[in-house]
Structures are given as C-alpha cells and as structure tokens.
C-alpha cells in the first residue's frame, strides 16, 4: 500500500496473469502456424499478389477497382511484394480489411523463404503508422501511443523503452520484438526460432555497441533495470531459482535477543527508488533479504520515487517469489505494510517521496503521519510518523533527507541551514508533540560532528552512527557518513548497545553497475538501532 488506504494488485496474480497469457500467445502462434500450413497445402486456390491481374484481384471481398490498381502499382514500384503484410502500406487496406483477406492470398515461395530467413526488422523510430501496423500483436492504440511517445520525447534508445508505454507490457514486447528494431543495425533472425526463443540477448546489441563515454558506473538507469527484469522473466523457474539464489551467499543472521521485547529500527536511502528501479528482481532482493536478515520490524526510507514504489517490497516479504526470499530459513511470515507520504520535495529527475515499511504482526501500530509544514526551512518536508510499539510506547519517527552538498560552498550554505533547522523542529515538537519517544532520522548529507547540529545537542539529542555510510564499487568502505539516527534522551534510554552500518551483500548480478552488472541497490548503506522496550 502507498499510503493509509491504497493498494495495488497482487504481483502474484500479474505473474499468473502474464503466464496466462504466454500460454494463450503461444497456442495463438502454433494455430496461426497450423492455419498458414494450410494455406500453404491450398496455395494453388489463393492469388498470388506478385503474378494477379486487376480482375483476379477484384474476386477478394472488400477489394474494389480503385484498390486493385492501387494493389498493381505499389508492386511495379517495389519490384514485387516481399511480404503478404505490405498490403497494409496500399491506400484503402486497413487492418480489417487485411485480415479478412490474408488467407486469401500469397506471394512466390522464393520471396516467402527468403521473409522467413531474414525478417527485416521496422525502425520505430522512423515507421510510418502504416508500416508499424504489420507488426503482430500492435493494435491501432498501441501504435498511436509509440508515435506519440516518440513526438514526445524522441527516439528510442532501446527496445525496452516501449515498456513505459501504457498497455505495452513483457508479453506484448516478447511477441514483437523479433520484428522491431531502435536503428539501423539489424540482426538476422528465424522468424520460427523467434516463435520459441524470446530474442533478449538481440536487443542488448545496440548497448553493448554504444561507447563507453560515461565516467559514473554507479548509475542505476531505469533502461539497465528493465531489460535485466525482462531477461530475468524470459528464463525457465529451474534458471532463475538457480541464477537468485547465487546472487549472494546467507550470513548468520543477526538475531534480536528477545523478540518479544526487542525491536530494530533501519533508515535507508534507496537511490532514486522509481517502480522501474524496484521491479528489478536483485533490488527487491537485496532490500529484502537486508531486512530479513537482520531482523528489522521497522525501516525508514528516502529517495522514493514513485509512490506505489514501496508496495511491491511489501508484496515479496508478504508473498514471496524470489527463491532466496521464499526459502529464507526461520521465515517470520509477518504482515507487513507501508506507508509513504505525499510529494515531500524534488530529486533528480523527478519527485521524491520519504516512506516507511514496518510488520505489524509484532505489535506496530500507526497512529498519525503527515508532512510538516517546514518549507521554508527543508528543500524537502519532513516525514512524521508516530507509531505505537507493544501497545506500551509511543515513538515519533521524523524522516528527514536534507539537501545534497555540492562543489560549490555557497551552495552547502543551504545544507547548513537545514541542519541549524532540525534544532528548531525539536523546539517545536517538544512543545506541541506529547510524545517524547523522538527520533530524528535519514541522510543528512552532512558530518554529524558538524557544528550546525550544537543547537540540537543542547537539547540533549544524540547521534548513534560513527561509521561511513556511503557506498560504492571503488570506495566499499565509504567515505563519509551522512545518514544518521538522532535520539531524544528519552528514546536512547530505550536502546540497547547494537546498531550499526550495514555493507555486506548489497550487491546483485541483476543489478546493473554502469557498462556491467553485479551493482549495488544504493549508494547509501542502511543503518539501524535496536531498542528494548521491556
């Protein structure tokens, strides 16, 4: 759930769903492959597009003298019909009219092998409407939406981008890919082996083709993370059980000392979060797997960039797909939930959103949340959540992400003034928030020894994280730390003496990591407290 009272469908039934509909697809091609068999056995009842005459063409239902003629001149201009489908570039075909004839007619054998040993592949990013509606399984709406996009926001760099058009989906990319292409550069394909074999590997040649003038490999792009989901989605369940569950080998877990009256709470900045990022299988993985492992009931999240983005975690700790997950040893099968906030303030490209995901079988209770109205002071609202834990305290949970540094030191003058603001924001809450279980939480971007945080341990607050806490493939010790948990005196003396910053395993093989794979899920490890609420 995003929020309070949203959902989403089960990604249980979607994968079902899209099951169902590989079966229907497949058993779709093997008619249509039993159909033209036998119009082929009946080729000498059929019209032959490349030898017919205006009068034969005329017995076709629907086709009238004007079309005929049409017909003939399309095929003294191009030297012949290569493929039956071109009848839809001749002016009054449609895509009904097309169907209703196709098995009406044929072309020379010669022009029909040499179709099935070379398909040449459309462009689509330079076809026509016309051209683009000989594509199987692209309906007229589909095709409006590819044009629009592409008059949008420009050419398309990968196959895969066709993903962000509404009604595009794996299956429907699986069932066309064999026939579309991004540029110029065409592989020659079966067209019988494209019936079995999805072509995923195909469209990783213009990727790999690309050159490599780009510095950051951190960068996680949401092209990388689709096309590592769709390649993950095209294996048989044997590979991928094999493939998820060597992504990462099982540590001893890190176990509370009394799960009745112990409680871990995390805060994680998961790096630009978007529903694109999270469908990836090694993320959802690797947050997963974090939070079980370590045994956390509670986690505070930033960087979310879409604001169903947390539901689909929720959906794999509550019913699991990924092996490793669903095979976790000592599973507590929990009921886990979510709730994030509104739009909290800007990230790059896009807006960004602070959340939490917590199991309620424990005794987790949510009692308020809302942004607060501290514009003026936080780039981005804080996050406050109260919760209520073993129905005996009740903890104030503020989700903060400050405004990230840069080079230039005027800009971090803005970074400063938000952390002189957390100060502020505990004077207010000490006197209008009854509470005093507080804890101030996220990435900071800033030292915690800094001196702009004076103000806010004057009113006796203090930071629990010592250790770096960013991440990255060159520096996997870190650098710097700046995510961190305040503690108002009353929540310290709830602690115990764990917590700490997690780096091991954060990586994934389907994760990308620039030109490769095997990246991290965030630049930013997660950090975590453990509390004794006896």
Known sequence: MGGLNSCLPSPIDTIHALRRRRRNLLTKIKHDQIRSNNNNNNKNNSINLNHASEDEFLMLPGINRQIAQNIIQYRQLNNGFKRIDELLYITGID?????????DISIDSFSQNLVNNKQECININSATYNQLCTIPDLTPILIKRIIERRERKGSFRFVEDLLSIKGIDYIVLASIRSYITVDDRQIPISVSQSLILDQSVNNLYPTLNKNNNNNNNNNITSDSLS????????????????????????????????KQTYIRFASWNLQQLTNDKVQNPGV???????????????????????????????????????????????????????????????????????????????????????????KNYFTRSPYIVIFRIYDKYEFVFVNLHLKARRFDENENERTKDEALSISILAEAMNDTVEQKHIVIFGDFNILPTASEFNALVQR???????????????????????DNIWLSAEAKALTTENSGVIRDNLTSMWIPAGWTWGGLVSDHCPIWIEFDLS
């Not at 044997?238 to 060597?246: A, D, F, H, K």
């Not at 540590?251 to 009394?258: A, D, I, S």
């Not at 930071?463 to 520096?475: A, F, G, H, L």
Request: charged fraction near 20%; hydrophobic fraction near 35%.
């Open 284 to 374: 959802r993985e690797v947050i997963c797997r974090t939070i079980l492992e370590y045994n956390f009931s509670l986690i505070g999240i930033q960087e979310i960039g879409n604001k169903e983005a947390l539901d689909y975690i929720i959906e794999e700790l509550n019913h699991p797909t990924i092996p490793l997950i669903k095979d976790w040893p000592n599973h507590h099968h929990g009921k886990w939930t979510c709730i994030t906030s509104d739009v909290s303030g800007r990230m790059f490209q896009g807006s960004e959103y602070l959340g939490f995901i917590y199991d309620e079988s424990i005794g987790i209770e949510l009692k308020k949340a809302s942004l607060l109205p501290f």
């Open 460 to 482: 006796n607050y203090s930071y629990v994280i010592k250790q770096n806490t960013n991440i990255s493939m060159k520096t996997p010790q870190g650098s710097t730390c700046v």
């Open 95 to 103: 895509h009904d009219l097309y169907e209703c004839i196709r098995f």
């Open 227 to 258: 096309l590592a989901s769709l390649l993950l989605e095209t294996l048989p369940p044997e590979l991928q059980t094999i493939l998820l569950s060597s992504t990462s080998s099982q540590h001893p877990l890190v176990t509370c000392q009394n």
